[in-house]
């Protein structure tokens, strides 16, 4: 299996840009999540779905941030317009089927940097 | 609401000692609780979990770690630190829904020889 993939891993890019970041979960896992990583705030979980479907986005930090699955192999994270506030590790991890093992496997993450 | 609680953001020991990072847990319901390593430019990867059946749990790498009901702690433990394990340390809790994990601030590992 080859695992969460992301992309991209590094993104630059200059204040007021669209950033779109990319995940394509492991075949079969129902559930995806995405994270946001910083210094001061650590891992903070922003949305996540379940069989395609927006669960909880209660994390999103702002309009600015949308998230979409439209179907079980892709999932983006979209931030228009990109702020210096955004600079983090986005991460993306997904989960099997059922509720009973609760561990996440993560992607290596996409390190964004605004400008 | 679930939360933990990471002890120490920086630990430092020597090669050959022992390693202990700290986590307590808040907790409405019974609680599942993981410990996730991260390498320098990697993603999360499980070390061990707890899901309610024995209290202490083995994981990889010869991490280990105790479920304390009464302490509500969950503290990640090695005998003998390697180089190898300088990395940063995640505790986790499941969210009271059971669907995400609530994570640490995380503990950063350094091992000097």
């Known amino acids: 299996d080859a695992g969460v993939i992301q992309s991209p891993r590094h993104e630059v890019t200059e204040m007021g840009q669209e950033v779109t970041l990319r995940c394509k979960p492991i075949s079969g896992h129902d559930y995806l999540f995405w994270y946001r990583q910083t210094m001061m705030r650590g891992l903070e979980l922003l949305i996540y779905?379940?069989?395609?479907?927006?669960?909880?986005d209660s994390g999103m930090p702002e309009d600015r941030f949308s998230a979409k699955m439209p179907n079980a192999s892709f999932s983006t994270l979209k931030i228009q317009p990109s702020e210096p506030r955004d600079s983090a590790v986005y991460f993306c991890?997904?989960?099997?089927?059922?509720?009973?093992?609760?561990?996440?496997?993560f992607g290596e993450g996409s390190r964004l940097t605004v400008l | 609401a679930q939360s933990v609680t990471q002890l120490g953001s920086h630990v430092s020991v020597s090669e050959g000692a022992l390693v202990l990072l700290r986590c307590n847990y808040s907790?409405?319901?019974?609680?599942?609780l993981f410990w996730y390593v991260q390498y320098p430019n990697q993603g999360l990867q499980l070390l061990l979990k707890?899901?309610?059946?024995?209290?202490l749990v083995k994981g990889i790498n010869g991490f280990e770690a105790e479920f304390k009901k009464s302490e509500t702690s969950f503290h990640l433990t090695k005998p003998s630190a390697h180089m190898s394990d300088a990395a940063e340390y995640f505790c986790a809790v499941k969210n009271q829904a059971g669907t995400a994990l609530i994570f640490g601030k995380g503990t950063t590992l350094s091992v000097s020889s």
């Open positions: 779905f379940n069989n395609n479907v927006p669960i909880d």
């Open positions: 907790s409405s319901v019974p609680p599942y």
């Open positions: 707890y899901t309610s059946a024995a209290t």
């Open positions: 991890a997904t989960r099997g089927r059922g509720k009973g093992t609760g561990e996440l496997f």
